[in-house]
């Protein structure tokens, strides 16, 4: 399985960015749940956001009602929909793929992550 992100880039705070990562190998993306992750400079990655399986999504505090999460099973993409965007957005953001969640789970717990995409830098100014 290999995970590419990309959609990042510079914004002023209050703009929108999409984030896609595409998804491919011999395993079928529909048995995987995904996640978002982002790591801000000089701080611990950390969960932002997951779609289970059946396409149930997850927020943090932080991004819920500004950040939507999607994916597409036909073509193989998860997305992220980025809206109001803030300063302490800004991180290298993080798709990964979780092949063991049930149906309807999912976890933010980033060990249990078994692909991850490369990275794309969203910087956010103000």
């Known amino acids: 399985v290999q995970l590419q992100a990309s959609g990042g880039g510079l914004v002023q705070a209050g703009g929108s960015l999409r984030l896609s990562c595409a998804f491919s190998g011999r395993s079928s993306f529909g048995s995987f749940a995904m996640a978002w992750f982002r790591q801000a400079p000089g701080k611990e990655r950390e969960f932002v956001t997951a779609?289970?399986?059946?396409?149930?999504?997850w927020y943090t505090k932080d991004v819920e009602g500004r950040f939507t999460i999607s994916r597409d099973n036909a073509k193989n993409t998860v997305n992220l929909q980025m809206n109001s965007l803030k300063v302490e957005d800004t991180a290298v953001y993080y798709c990964a793929a979780d092949r063991r969640a049930g149906v309807h789970s999912y976890t933010s717990n980033e060990g249990e992550y078994d692909y991850w995409g490369q990275g794309t830098q969203v910087t956010v100014s103000s």
């Open positions: 779609t289970s399986r059946s396409g149930k999504p």
